[in-house]
């Protein structure tokens, strides 16, 4: 049994430009963190490789980055 409800929490976003051969020109990094214990939240379903254009996690799972691109760029 968990010792923290994680009731309360903060959402961190941090938004990076990119240099890529690929479409993505920035990528958005999601972390969600209990404002109690620290704890962070697990990102479940993304992929396991890292694909630069797709949804990918980081190394320990914490956090979540999203390629993205404006679509007049
Ligand atoms: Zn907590």
Redesign the pocket.
Known sequence: M?K????KMDVKFDLEKIKSPHRATQVLKVQVI??????KIRWLGLPAAFVPDAPHPGSDNTSVYLPAFWLDE
């Open positions: 968990r923290c409800s994680h009731a209990c404002r109690t214990c620290g704890e």
